[in-house]
C-alpha cells in the first residue's frame, strides 16, 4: 500500500488548506481501515487531527474539529483534507497514514510540508 500527501506548500494566514492524500495498492474501503491524517509542527510531536473510515465515518481531534474537515472520493480511492482559518501554528508536516484504528498505523505517505506565511 502506498500512500501520497499532495497540496500546496505555501498558504497564507486565514486562507483554506486542501490537502490530498492518493491511495495505490489497497481500498480505501477495505474492511476495517481507518485513514487519518497526523500533522508534525517543527520541532515538536506528532498530532492525530482525525480520520476517515472504511465505511465513511470521520472522527477529530476535538482541538481542531471546528476547523477541520475530512472526505473521500471512492472511484479516485483518495482521501482529502480541508483545514479553515489557518494560522501560521499550522505550519507543519503532514502526513496520511492508514491503520486499524487510531494511533495504530501500518503505512504512511512521506508528508508534505505546508507553511503558514503572508
Known amino acids: 500500500v502506498q500512500l501520497q500527501e499532495s497540496g500546496p506548500g505555501l498558504v497564507k494566514p486565514s486562507q483554506t488548506l486542501s490537502l490530498t492524500c492518493t491511495v495505490s495498492?489497497?481500498?480505501?474501503?477495505?474492511?476495517?481501515?481507518?485513514w487519518s491524517w497526523i500533522r508534525q509542527p517543527p520541532g515538536k510531536g506528532l498530532e492525530w487531527m482525525g480520520a476517515?473510515?472504511?465505511?465513511?465515518?470521520?472522527w477529530y481531534n476535538p482541538s481542531l474539529k471546528s476547523r477541520t474537515s475530512i472526505s473521500r472520493d471512492r472511484a479516485e480511492n483518495t482521501v482529502y483534507l480541508q483545514m479553515n482559518t489557518l494560522k501560521s501554528e499550522d505550519t507543519a508536516v503532514y502526513y496520511c497514514?492508514?491503520?486499524?484504528?487510531?494511533?495504530?498505523?501500518?503505512?504512511w505517505g512521506q508528508g508534505t510540508q505546508v507553511t503558514v506565511s503572508s
Open positions: 497514514a492508514r491503520g486499524r484504528g487510531i494511533g495504530e498505523y501500518d503505512y
Open positions: 495498492g489497497g481500498s480505501i474501503t477495505t474492511n476495517y481501515y481507518y
Open positions: 476517515i473510515t472504511y465505511s465513511g465515518s470521520t
